[in-house]
């Protein structure tokens, strides 16, 4: 049976832990927090990190160099291209995998079938979302008290995907997934609207390439219970646990799996 570590105890985690335990045929090993010890190898096939950029950076290293695959959602953390190079290249025999969740967005696979094919001339996202979920600690006071009172439409960033995804590490996580699919880090560029209009939630992706073009619109209820966030990001996470349970031939639901 698949053991299935998860690293952040918070929101997403949380939705994942009760829909596994329902509804899948694997077995939580355990939810872990900031000041938890990780399990290795012996213990647990695949960890969901849903956690923050902060603990990628601190734990995730040590568990692919101890052979623990990561199924990962912080995924603006591979917006530093130190962090990108530590876990994404010069793959080492024994390292665990580091696989990307699709989180929030779609339409990363035919991006990412364009980008096979040659190099992409143009990729963007546009992400809408109510003022108040965007307040920055960063961000001036009179900046944050206009957002909290969420009356006016305001463009918070327009420039490279990267730089974005850093600056909002809890609500562009989607810009460093378009940009890490569509290889495209040095032109890939991210828009962030607080929009009193996003309910719900608004991605809106265009890539070009030689072999034809990527414009997809998400649009995401915001999770019940955590209204900063996308409820359908728990379900990716189920969903990307399901493909890794076929693909590593554990017993699964029925269904393909997508790659
Ligand atoms: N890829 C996407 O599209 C997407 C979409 C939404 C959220 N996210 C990301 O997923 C992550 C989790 O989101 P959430 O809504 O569940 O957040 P959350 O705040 O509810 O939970 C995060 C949890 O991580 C824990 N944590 C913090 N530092 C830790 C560490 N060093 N080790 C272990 N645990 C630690 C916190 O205690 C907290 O319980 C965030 O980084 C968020 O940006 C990604």
Redesign the pocket.
């Known amino acids: 049976m698949l053991r299935v570590g998860l ?7 949380g939705v994942l832990r009760r829909a596994v335990e329902e509804t899948r045929p694997y077995r939580v090993v355990g939810a ?3 000041k ?1 010890a990780l399990p290795g190898t012996a213990d647990v096939d695949v960890i969901v990190e ?6 990628v950076r ?2 995730v290293p040590g568990l692919l160099a101890g052979g623990v695959d990561v199924i990962l ?4 953390a591979l917006a530093d291209p130190a962090m990108r190079a530590e876990l994404l290249d010069s793959p080492i025999a024994g390292r665990g995998r580091l696989i990307v ?1 699709t ?3 779609g339409g990363l696979d035919q991006v990412r079938a364009l980008r096979a094919a040659g190099p992409l001339r143009t990729v963007s996202i546009e992400s809408r979302k109510l003022p108040a979920s965007l307040v920055q600690p960063w961000m001036a006071e009179d900046l944050q008290a206009e957002l909290r009172a969420g009356r006016t439409e305001v463009v918070l960033a327009d420039g490279r995907a990267g730089e974005v995804a850093q600056r909002f ?2 609500s562009a ?2 810009a460093a ?1 378009l940009a890490l699919a569509a290889d495209a880090w040095d032109f890939a560029t991210a828009r962030i609207v607080a929009d009193p209009a996003a309910d719900p939630t608004r991605h809106e992706i265009h890539a070009a390439g030689d072999l034809g073009e990527v414009r997809a619109v998400v649009e995401n209820a915001p999770s019940p219970e ?1 209204p900063r ?2 409820a359908v ?1 728990a379900w990716a996470a189920l969903r990307a646990l399901d493909d890794y349970a076929r693909l590593r031939g554990f017993p699964a639901v029925s269904g393909a799996a997508f790659l």
Not at 7 to 13: E, P, Q, R, Y
Not at 50 to 55: F, G, N, S, V, W
Not at 73 to 76: Q, R
């Open positions: 690293l952040g105890d918070g929101h997403i985690n872990f927090g900031r938890d849903a956690a923050t950029q902060q603990a601190e734990r959602l912080s995924v603006g969740c989180g929030a967005i590490p809890a996580n989607v997934a955590r966030s996308s990001v």
